[in-house]
């Protein structure tokens, strides 16, 4: 179990995590995950769940250590302040309007239109644009529109080392452009979702804004811990070969004094002094 973060059964059912949908929907990949059926509705095994989303913590710590990107992504209107939210929180990135098609896989091209968020931004900047009321119009709808689509993704730089997801089935084309370029992707997978398409797949409840909300917050104090770990090894690394150095400059001085010819009255002190 991870040390950084408790996670209760109390506090999952608070959420309302254990709740799936209606027993019709349910997809039949889930059935080992799903403790019964109350109601119609399916609820989720939160026995399964726990060990399963220390499991996917665990994995975006790793990539956070390790100095990787995470991209958090959920589109739905119940997920869209909590996913930039989280997002920023930990210095990662989000997508949380709408998916373009080839995001990942066609990313040159995304860049590309990064580039043009960015100059857009620098003349809606300028005093003085020589540009008319009606062109600085257009220009700010068309900067509008790309910020929305790619505001959360502008400094990333590349693809990113893990996907951090609400809810597969609203956001399969991230989770099938992940699966192809062997991007880990840690999503949460509700009673009518396909866990096998995930990586690391949680079962929960993926509507509740509570359940949402958790997710992300625990998500953001993973990476955070991650961030938390390189900085320590960083210093540590750094405390290493500062001592090397200083090992190294005692060994020279002491050739130094070992090739001296010292009189033999000269006070030890002396020579340490020098």
Known sequence: MSDYVKISMSQLLEAGVHFGHHRCRCNPKMQGYLYGVRNNIHIINLEKTVPMLHDGLDALKDVAARGGRVL???????????IAEAARRCGQYYINHRWLGGLLTNWKTVSASISKLN?????????????????LLTLRRQYDKLELALGGIREMGSIPNALFIIDVNMESLAVNEALKLRIPAIAICDSNSDPTKATYPIPGNDDSSKAIELYCDLASKAILAGLQDALISSNSDLGESESAEVLQLGVDKGSLVENTSVPEEVDIASTEAI
């Open 72 to 82: 958090f992504v959920g589109t739905k209107r119940q997920a869209r302040d909590a």
């Open 119 to 135: 100059q857009l931004a620098e003349k809606l900047k300028a005093d003085d644009t020589g540009l008319t009321k009606k062109e």
